[in-house]
């Protein structure tokens, strides 16, 4: 039998190959972190208008789009929020979220271009703060980004990456299981 479908298999050719993959697999939003430091090691902190009134603080975030690197989205989504322009550095996390949501972080380094200017629509308040002094209704999960990524936020940064999670996606055909992230 598994030869009978190796060989359909080879049979059918790249697109059709693709598409039985594509439908076959899970499908995720990919949500991508920058942990924004300047050059004195201050983190740039966002205070989010859609997130719960006691959680409100936290790194820049978004989702990734099509066809767009995960370095890029960081910096796509600092300027949209804030105006800044960053380079990005080192990757910190990488791991599964909530129910069909993948999580990425990078450090990254703000040196200056741009001008501060927040997008109203998703920004309430923005500021730099110490890693040691971060505000009250901080994101647990960012506070634990932050004191990861130490000594990281350019190019060539060192420092360890956590790599973690099972996803389990609801829309997986039966007999597929969880997928190892």
């Known amino acids: 039998m598994r030869r009978l479908l190796a060989r359909l298999w080879r049979g059918l050719r790249g697109p ?3 598409r039985l993959l594509y439908l076959s697999q899970a499908k995720f939003v990919v949500g991508v972190t920058g942990v924004v430091r300047d050059r004195d090691g201050n983190v740039l902190l966002l205070r989010h208008r859609f997130w719960p009134e006691h959680r409100q ?12 690197t995960f370095e890029q989205t960081v910096v796509r989504e600092v300027r949209e929020e804030t105006g800044l322009e960053v380079s990005v550095g080192e990757l910190v996390h990488l791991g599964s979220g909530f129910r069909l949501r993948v999580e990425v972080a990078y ?11 927040l997008d109203p629509t998703e920004i309430l308040d923005a ?4 890693p040691d002094d971060l505000p009250e209704g901080l994101l647990e999960p960012h506070r634990r980004l932050i004191e990861r990524s130490r000594g990281q936020g350019g190019p060539g940064g060192e420092g360890p990456v956590e790599v973690r999670g099972v996803v389990e996606a609801a829309q997986d055909p039966p007999g597929l299981g969880h997928h190892q992230v």
């Open 127 to 130: 500021r730099w703060c110490s």
């Open 107 to 117: 450090a990254a380094r703000y040196a200056g271009g741009g001008t501060l200017r």
């Open 57 to 68: 603080w936290g790194l820049p975030t978004g989702g990734a789009k099509r066809g767009e």
């Open 16 to 18: 059709v190959q693709w």
